[in-house]
């Protein structure tokens, strides 16, 4: 990357973290054009590696010795990459439904962009609780912290960047997280 994507990519993180304190300015530290949005999926390269190391602690030892380790990563990799697709292609349908197509690219591009910190978040959280320095059950505890916490920062995103009642900003968390757990569990069957 260029001197100007990291310089976006860094005002797009102070962004994401404002928004994580939820701080509507965040918004501002956006491109919400169409090439920002097209850009914005430069934080699914951003958190590939993070998706890896995640990857290496949901998997069993039993499952890795079983499906052999190319198989899993790529296997989980192209699940990734759909993924990222998908649900794009979902909100174009469901910014319609909702009657907020105008604010497609407003919701999308800090929503790319949130990955970065959520994955970062999700990536310490196991780091300390494979590690064992907290403990078993409060690594567990963390664990169902951190989600919930990124449930709420996906619903604030979603309500502040399409301008939509709470209501409606839990319906589509709800289709991003349905949307995830079908595309995992298609992932998981394949090894």
């Known amino acids: 990357m260029g001197n100007a994507a990291w310089a976006e990519a860094w005002l797009a993180l102070s962004g994401a973290l404002r928004l994580a304190r939820g701080d509507r300015g965040g918004l501002a530290c956006f491109d919400r054009s169409l090439d920002g949005f097209w850009r914005s ?10 998706y890896l190391v995640l990857l290496t602690m949901r998997v069993s030892v039993a499952e890795w010795q079983r499906s052999g380790g190319w198989r899993i990563v790529l296997v989980e990799t192209i699940g990734y990459v759909i993924a990222w697709v998908a649900f794009p292609l979902v909100m174009l349908a469901v910014t319609r439904w909702i009657g907020r197509a105008h604010r497609f690219f407003e919701f999308m591009v800090p929503y790319n962009w949130s990955q970065i910190p959520q994955s970062a978040l999700f990536v310490l959280v196991g780091t300390a609780t494979e590690s064992r320095i907290l403990g078993a059950r409060v690594g567990e505890s963390l664990d169902i912290v951190a989600a919930l916490a990124t449930l709420v920062y996906e619903w604030y995103i979603a309500r502040v960047a399409l301008d939509t009642p709470g209501s409606t900003a839990v319906f589509v968390i709800l289709v991003d997280l349905v949307l995830g757990v079908f595309i995992s569990r298609i992932a998981a069957g394949l090894y």
């Open 41 to 50: 999926f430069r934080a699914a390269a951003v958190t590939y590696p993070l």
